[in-house]
């Protein structure tokens, strides 16, 4: 049988995802009652991180550590890869001895050649172009707060990047509507945007990306890689930020995301970011309980 590998929402169906996060749910209150749940004794999970991390890096492994499992941190500086050791190689020989790579990196591409020469299941924990886990965790603070997504209305304000990307694969595998307010200069990868169909709407502006919606997204102007671009980005997005100006022209009850970390004062005002309506610290402790899912799913 072929591995299965998360590196991409669309890799998954909308039902395998929909029950991979009901699963999530279930587990995150089984947790709670303190009942233990191991069904990954003796499993091995290679995490490799080419860019810094906290949630990613603590959610999977203690995710490990509570399935039973164990999860070995693999720096650049330490191993091979950084020395120049191919990533078809590694992917071979690191596979070979684990159940499973956590793999966060720069180019989406060095994710598609480490699944393509692993023999364990690869998970992008995010690239250039994807940031999938992300995603199971925003899904799931979604549904345990409001239910259904189908049919919402969630606007992505800010940079066409990583994140912006998988909202929109997310628009696709959970059918709601995404309006995407981007400058012009920053807009999100047009292919993926053209796979959505009518599902997105792309906007110039933040006030007309917002309105009406149930959800308001944003991340970082400058990720991670693009620090020497930061003057230029906080320029071109100034007019971008989350204010509560422009939370007031979504729903009364509408949620706000980040994916953190987050600059207060620059994509987001702290009074959003810290105000009523902002779930962040649920969306955050939730890529422990989604991620221990996927886990599951493709290690057990
Ligand atoms: N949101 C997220 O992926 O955070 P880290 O960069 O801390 O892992
Ligand atoms: N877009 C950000 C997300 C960090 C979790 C980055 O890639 O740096």
Redesign the pocket.
């Known amino acids: 049988m072929p591995v299965r590998h998360f590196l991409s929402l669309l890799d998954f169906s909308s039902d395998e995802l929909k029950s991979l996060i009901n699963h999530a749910i279930e587990v995150k209150k089984r947790l709670g009652q303190g009942i233990s749940h191991t069904p990954l004794t003796g499993k091995v999970l290679a995490m490799i991180f080419e860019?810094s991390s906290t949630r990613t890096r603590v959610s999977f492994e203690t995710g490990m550590s509570q399935l039973g499992g164990h999860a070995m941190f693999l720096s650049p500086k330490d191993i091979q890869l950084g020395r120049g050791e191919p990533i078809e190689d590694s992917a071979r020989v690191i596979s070979s001895m684990v159940d499973g790579i956590m793999i966060r990196t720069f180019g989406h591409e060095r994710v598609l050649t480490l699944a393509k020469h692993s023999s364990s299941p690869v998970i992008n924990g995010?690239t250039?172009h994807l940031?999938p886990c992300?995603l199971l965790a925003d899904m799931q603070t979604w549904f345990e707060l409001r239910g259904e997504i189908e049919g919402a209305t969630v606007s992505w304000i800010g940079?066409g990047?990583?994140?912006c990307h998988s909202y929109i694969n997310a628009a696709i595998r959970f059918n709601f509507n995404l309006h995407i307010g981007c400058p012009e200069n920053y807009a999100a990868d047009a292919e993926l945007v053209k796979n959505a169909g009518k599902r997105v709407k792309i906007f110039d502006n933040a006030a007309d990306a917002a309105r009406g919606a149930d959800l308001i997204v944003t991340?970082?102007w400058a990720?991670?890689g693009q620090e020497q671009e930061q003057e230029d980005r906080l320029r071109s997005f100034s007019e971008f930020q989350i204010s509560s100006r422009i939370m007031a022209l979504a729903h009364k009850d509408a949620l706000f995301m980040h994916?953190?970390?987050a600059h207060r004062g620059e994509e987001v005002s702290a009074s959003v970011l810290d105000g009523k309506q902002s779930v962040v610290w649920q969306e955050a402790e939730n890529r422990l309980h989604a991620q221990k899912a996927l886990l599951e799913t493709l290690l057990k």
């Open positions: 860019k995010l250039d940031h992300q940079d990047n990583n994140m991340d970082v990720s991670m994916c953190l970390p």
